[in-house]
């Protein structure tokens, strides 16, 4: 039995993957996606080859077009080399394949009716991913570890502050005081560590069927910074705010494969524990008496949960050279989380001025999965395919909170319990060009169309009025969701 080396060649991990695996945690693969199109008419019968894979990526998330000076943009790029090295001793079969990463992320909102502007263009990313494959005439075991760096900067330019028309104690000792206290330019920072590793063993029953069993664990790591400057009496200068964010995250999942005549069916079942923590802390202000005059904490947050998902696919060729696949997955997650957070000091009248807000939230998630996909292999040159994703996510949202305010604005609190429906749908084209023996060229295009509702109480909007109460109109363009993907593969 020949070994063959079934990577996904060049797909880096990007915020696709992390968007998608909001909706679809630990599927590991199982659904249709991305994959080596290769032409293999007999999986068994390729001979052992070396490869180097060279890959860039663009992902088109989101514009706004409204005029010059009122935009949105919000894109990624990315580039990858992949190599890929098969061996063979005695009886057993080895692949290691190695991938190097480097990414950018980029965005800005500029808008002509004043407010908030943002930019940032400097969010890179350098990673390091690597598989190793063993396998023998019964036994597969396979183990994966990537490991990526990050760090970037955020500008944010506010020309006008919030206020209220009606409610002049919310202006003296809250929207009045931000301006002040925040400034017109807060710079915000951020690095991180983003690592994982996976194991997974596999094992033959038979001809016909085989198992597994598989573990994945991942920690990512974020330091946040945000500095601005406050001219707010008594505590007048530099302000320097620290946070620390961490999500990690534990799925473990079983999965089959069995094989009736020519129809494939495989299933796969997993249980995810994610876990989430952060705190936000500040550097205080010393005066002339040794007192501290500020909030150093300012927010603290957790969430933990638990999920399951179980998953069938089906798998059937039409002929030699034409294949088709169906999906289902079923997806059900628990969050439960609470959130302390408080301003800092905004101002003084005797005694600080500072607004505290505790929430407690949970978010009951049920999701549905269906895909399709048809694969064509028109000849050893060329090779092409099609599919379909459809995610139906309902999720059961409830929270509760209290924000004590001072000097009168009193304490509020509420409660509330929403439903967010989310039909997300994915289009995917693949093609492979081989130009040579040893050099082939491979596209794939994503496009995702999200579709959201709300139950319950939903969030309401609320424009400001045209002049001479005239309702405006908007000529704003928007359009995004676009992913494009190019590998060049050299084997030898």
Not at 91 to 109: D, G, P, R, T
Not at 343 to 348: E, K, S
Not at 384 to 401: K, T
């Amino acid at each position: 039995m020949l070994f063959y080396c079934n990577y996904s060649f060049g797909q880096i991990q990007d915020l696709e993957t992390k968007f998608y695996d909001l909706f679809v945690p630990g599927s590991n693969g199982f659904l249709i996606g991305n994959e080596d199109l290769r032409y293999h008419p007999a999986r068994e019968d390729l001979p052992l080859k070396y490869s180097v894979v060279l890959n860039s990526n663009y992902h088109d998330l989101f514009r706004e077009y409204g005029g010059p000076n009122d935009n949105k943009t919000n894109f990624q790029y990315g580039m990858g080399v992949n190599t890929e090295i098969p061996l063979s001793l005695s009886n057993y079969n080895f692949c290691l394949n190695v991938e190097l990463e480097q990414k950018a992320f980029s965005f800005s909102n500029y808008s002509k009716d004043g407010g908030a502007e943002f930019s940032g263009n400097n969010f890179k990313s350098y990673g390091l991913k690597s598989n190793l494959l063993a396998e023998d005439s019964v036994n597969k075991i396979g183990v994966n570890f990537k490991y990526l760096i990050g760090q970037g900067k955020v500008n944010l330019n506010i020309s006008q502050y919030p206020y209220s028309e009606s409610d002049g104690l919310l202006d003296k000792y809250f929207y009045n005081l931000l301006e002040p206290a925040f400034g017109n330019n807060i710079y915000f920072g951020l690095s991180g560590i983003e690592q994982s590793y996976a194991i997974e063993y596999c094992r033959k029953a038979g001809a016909n069927f085989n198992y597994g069993i598989n573990f994945y664990r991942e920690l990512n790591t974020y330091n946040t910074g945000i500095d601005y400057y406050s001219n707010v009496n008594k505590i007048e200068g530099r302000k320097n705010l620290s946070g620390y964010i961490e999500y990690s995250r534990n799925i473990i999942g079983l999965s089959a494969e069995y094989k009736l005549n020519k129809l494939g069916i495989k299933s796969l079942i997993t249980y995810s524990i994610p876990d989430f923590k952060l705190q936000l802390n500040q550097d205080g202000t010393i005066n002339s008496g040794n007192v501290n005059l500020e909030i150093l904490h300012l927010s603290d947050g957790k969430f933990n949960g638990k999920g399951a998902a179980v998953g069938l696919g089906v798998s059937y060729p039409l002929s030699e050279r034409v294949s088709f696949d169906l999906g289902f997955m079923l997806i059900s997650n628990y969050y439960s989380g609470s959130l302390y957070a408080s301003t800092p000091v905004l101002g003084f009248e005797i005694i600080p001025i500072a607004h505290q807000v505790n929430l407690d939230f949970d978010d009951r998630m049920l999701n549905e999965v269906y895909s399709a996909k048809f694969y064509h292999e028109v000849s050893s040159i060329w090779s092409y395919s099609i599919s379909l994703e459809c995610i139906a996510s309902s999720n059961d949202i409830s929270y509760n909170y209290n924000i004590l305010s001072e000097f009168g604005l009193g304490t509020y609190q509420d409660e509330a319990d929403n439903v967010l429906l989310v039909d997300l749908y994915k289009i995917n084209l693949g093609t492979r060009l081989n130009i040579t023996d040893g050099i082939a060229v491979q596209l794939f295009f994503d496009q995702y169309i999200p579709v959201l509702k709300q139950k319950g109480n939903p969030v309401t909007v609320v424009n400001p009025p045209s002049e001479n109460n005239v309702p405006q109109t908007s000529n704003k363009k928007e359009w995004g969701g676009s992913i494009y993907n190019i590998s060049i593969i050299y084997s030898f």
